[in-house]
């Protein structure tokens, strides 16, 4: 069992910056692959990044260049950079962990989710 929570969010302007982190529980935190995925009012959720085990990080194409995903393991946490800020990035971030080892951006493939962050940009 992992249990995640997220912190960092916000309203920021647009072409700001924002870090989210999710903190998890257990000693386990290393063998998962961790995701952000993101979700609009009205919309589905998306993915937006992921961190392999090793470090090896995938990206949604909108947040490329923008946006860094990184972990610490010894502090159970992985960490989500955002730069250059648009307000169709506003959403609800959440953060997930996936013990399985290919990279996959569904969200009903990973099995632990945090409860969201807020983030908002304003225009």
């Known amino acids: 069992q992992v249990q995640l929570v997220e912190s960092g969010g916000g309203l920021v302007q647009a072409g700001g910056s924002l870090r989210l982190s999710c903190a998890a529980s257990?000693?386990?935190?290393?063998?998962?692959?961790m995701g952000w995925f993101r979700q609009a009012p009205g919309k589905e959720r998306e993915f937006v990044a992921r961190i392999g085990r090793s470090g090896s990080t995938y990206y949604q194409d909108s947040v490329k260049g923008r946006f860094t995903i990184s972990r610490d393991n010894a502090k159970n946490t992985v960490y989500l950079q955002m730069t250059s800020l648009k307000p169709e990035d506003t959403a609800v971030y959440y953060c997930?962990?996936?013990?399985?080892?290919?990279?996959?951006?569904?969200?009903?493939?990973?099995?632990?989710w945090g409860q969201g962050t807020q983030v908002t940009v304003s225009s």
């Open positions: 997930a962990a996936d013990s399985g080892l290919i990279t996959v951006v569904t969200p009903k493939q990973y099995n632990y």
């Open positions: 257990g000693r386990t935190f290393s063998r998962y692959a």
